[in-house]
Each structure stands twice: as structure tokens, then as C-alpha cells.
């Protein structure tokens, strides 16, 4: 490997389901670290979830799998056999870093809780993603984006258009800035390391990460600025959104309302309402926000989408269209930064994938290797931590290894 990568010569053993630690061990495998997957037996539930969201789960085609997990190794150990948590010692042995989403209660129960391995390995950076935190009532309760992060945290009920039905949960949103929390606490435990010698335990839950997202609106709304809101009642008239003449949606952010407004106003054919002291002024506006909604709703529908994007940007004013997913995978501004990366799977069919999303000036992105196949590194790995050709063929037949 390069010597550009950062985190070059740091090992992470990654023993983790489905999206917000795995995204974590991602994270730092992009950076240069030499990350090892340990899975069940049959493989981590990642490479199945993807028919729930009408996507291929195979071998040859899983971008669900493989969004989370290319520049990876992994194994599929037995972990409840004594062959297999040998495995997962001696892979522990000479790691770095253990990131895991395993509740505390079922880590203990195999000897894997950093109380367990802070003793054995005590330069290790234990790295794990909780539901709800290590305390309180719910510390052990099974947490995932969808309750965590967005009910519980706040998400789901403080973005919903008032009085209609909750936010829709979109599968992995929480997860990954989770994840990206935790590569980032992880780094810091690493640095620690390297100036005392000693490890570090690192927690994220999911629900601390809605809250935390939520964190300017929680404190708004302790001096009467309630969530949910209507788009018909907003904080201001200019930071909403609105529906365009071809159904398309804009998103209007003119913050500093004094600087920009006279612009906005001859851009959306309106320039007489700069004599209007219903709306000439941030604090006349704020006393007459669902008037001005009112006016600026209609004149938005003169226009398509388009249209407005060509006006809006001529003007200089601060807006953005409302983007969807397959918007998206074609926009042009996306490619050109490198936050999209194409994959062409065993299949033959080509899809694309999502760039992790720190970049450094220096050391650049790395290429892209495929995600594993199920027990295609096995004896790459154990061969790597002393096992013999003849033990390893052993542990296969007693089915400690896949």
C-alpha cells in the first residue's frame, strides 16, 4: 500500500451488522487501514437486506452489501466454537482498532465487551455503535436508525409537514452519520495511543445523533419556536420551500434577509414590494410570514424548475432545487467532486456507489476494491494470524470456518 494513506499500517477488525458501524470500518478502510470483517457463519445480514428495497442481494450483484464493505477483507468465523473464538483472538491480537454494534449483554456473553479484552489487549480502540447509550433503562434495548435515531431522537416527528403523518424513515440516514461519528472518535483514540501507548473505549449511539442533529431546533424550541412546522407558517417566508409551475420543488435560503431580499424581489418579478413595509424589513416579514408566503407561493409557479435554477442564479441569491435520488446519480456536480464512484458487478450490470465523505488534498481517494464474497479471504486471513494449510483445511470441516 501507498505510503500517502494515512491510517497506512493500522489494522481494524470489524465484527458488526448491517450499516452504521460497518460504514465506520468503510470509513477507515478508505483511509488506508487494513480492515478484516469477521461474519456469522452464513453471512452478515447486510447481504440479504437488500430485497426489502427492491435491489439484487447476490453474490454477483449486492450494492447494499457492497456500498458498506468494498476495500475489505472478511471471514465468516463460528464465534461461538472454541476453534472460532481462538480465530477472533488472534485477530484481536495484533488489531488496532475492534468496531462493533453488538450489544454490550451479547459481547459479554462471548467474551468480547471491552471490560472482557481491555485487560488482554490494552493498546486496543474499542469502537462501538449503541442504540440508545450505555446507561438508563434503555441501554440495552435493540436500537436501529428507524427507532433510535428518527423516533425516539426526534427526527421522524420534528421534519413532518404539520399535522400530516410522520416523516417517512429513510433506511441508513441515521446510520451513517453515526458512523461517521465513530471514525472520527476512533481517530482521536489513535492519536491518544500513539503518545500514551494505551487504548480507548469509544461509543456513539444512534439516538444521541438524532439529538444532536437536532440540536438548534431543541434549543429554539424551549423558547416557543415549536417543531413540528407547516411550510404555511414558516420561520421566514425566503428559507422554504415551494412548488414550482412543473410540480418540481425549490428551497429558498436567504438567511440574511436584509442583504438579499431587494434582489429576490426583481428576480421573482415582485421589485414593488420593496415599498411594502409588510415585507421590506427581516422583522416586518417575521410579524407577516404567511402573507409573504402567500406571494411568493404564487409567483413561484410561473416558472419551472429550470427556469427559476437560470433566474435565481443570475440574481445570486442563495436557493437550491429539490433533488431526488435518481437526480442525483446524474448530477454533474456530484461526479465532478468524486462523491460517486461506478461498479460494475459480476453481472455485467453496472450501478453506482457512494464515496465516503472526508476527503484530503494529499493522499487523495483510494481505488476501489470489491466488496468480499462470502469466505473468499479465509485462508488469506488465517494463514496472516499462523495458521497451517492443514489447520485451517480442519477448522473448515468442523464448520468454525466457512
Known amino acids: 500500500m501507498s505510503d500517502k494513506w494515512l491510517l497506512k499500517g493500522v489494522k481494524v477488525v470489524e465484527f458488526a451488522t448491517f450499516v452504521a458501524a460497518p460504514s465506520c470500518a468503510k470509513m477507515l478502510a478508505d483511509w488506508g487501514a487494513d480492515v478484516i470483517k469477521v461474519e456469522p457463519i452464513s453471512g452478515e445480514g447486510q447481504r440479504k437486506i437488500g430485497l426489502s428495497f427492491s435491489s439484487p442481494a447476490k453474490e454477483d450483484e449486492n450494492p447494499w452489501f457492497e456500498n458498506e464493505n468494498f476495500n475489505k477483507k472478511s471471514i465468516c468465523v463460528n464465534i461461538k466454537s472454541l476453534e472460532g473464538k481462538e480465530v477472533m483472538e488472534r485477530l484481536l491480537s ?5 468496531v462493533t454494534n453488538i450489544r454490550v449483554e451479547a459481547l459479554k456473553k462471548i467474551g468480547l465487551s471491552y471490560d472482557q479484552l481491555k485487560e488482554k489487549y490494552p493498546r486496543l480502540v474499542f469502537a462501538q455503535v449503541l442504540g ?29 409537514e404539520k399535522d400530516t403523518s410522520p416523516l417517512n424513515g429513510a433506511a441508513g440516514f ?9 471514525a472520527a472518535g476512533t481517530c482521536a483514540a489513535l492519536v491518544n495511543k500513539t503518545r500514551t501507548g494505551k487504548g480507548e473505549k469509544v461509543t456513539v449511539s444512534l439516538y444521541h445523533m438524532g439529538i444532536y442533529g437536532l440540536g438548534c431546533m431543541i434549543l429554539s424550541d424551549q423558547y416557543g419556536n415549536k ?3 407547516t411550510r404555511l407558517s414558516p420561520n421566514s417566508a425566503v428559507c422554504n420551500s415551494y412548488q414550482c409551475k412543473d410540480g418540481r420543488w ?19 418579478n415582485r421589485e414593488e414590494l420593496m415599498n411594502d413595509d409588510r415585507y421590506n424589513t427581516h422583522a416586518a416579514m417575521i410579524q407577516n410570514v404567511e402573507e409573504m408566503v402567500s406571494v411568493v407561493a404564487e409567483a413561484m409557479l410561473e416558472k419551472t424548475l ?16 429539490v433533488q431526488r435520488c435518481e437526480d442525483i446519480v446524474k448530477d454533474e456536480q456530484a461526479w465532478a467532486n468524486d462523491y460517486l464512484v461506478k ?10 456507489l457512494i464515496n465516503t465523505p472526508v476527503k484530503f488534498g494529499e493522499m487523495g481517494i483510494r481505488k476501489m476494491t470489491s466488496a468480499p464474497k462470502i469466505g473468499e479471504k479465509t485462508d488469506e486471513i488465517l494463514s496472516s494470524v499462523g495458521y497451517s494449510q492443514e489447520e485451517i483445511k480442519n477448522m473448515k470441516e468442523s464448520k468454525a470456518v466457512r
Do not use: C
Open 94 to 98: 495484533e488489531a488496532d482498532v475492534f
Open 174 to 182: 441515521g446510520d451513517h452519520y453515526t458512523g461517521v461519528a465513530l
Open 250 to 268: 425549490i428551497q429558498l435560503a436567504l438567511i440574511q434577509y436584509d442583504q438579499w431580499i431587494e434582489r429576490f424581489f426583481k428576480a421573482i
Open 306 to 321: 429550470d427556469e427559476w435554477e437560470e433566474t435565481l442564479l443570475q440574481y445570486d441569491v442563495p436557493f437550491e432545487k
Open 132 to 160: 440508545y447509550g450505555e446507561k438508563g433503562p434503555l441501554k440495552d434495548k435493540p436500537g436501529f436508525d428507524y427507532t433510535a435515531y428518527f423516533a425516539r431522537g426526534g427526527v421522524m416527528a420534528s421534519l413532518m
Open 227 to 229: 417543531m413540528p412546522m
Open 343 to 352: 461498479k460494475i458487478y459480476d453481472s455485467g450490470n453496472e450501478g453506482v
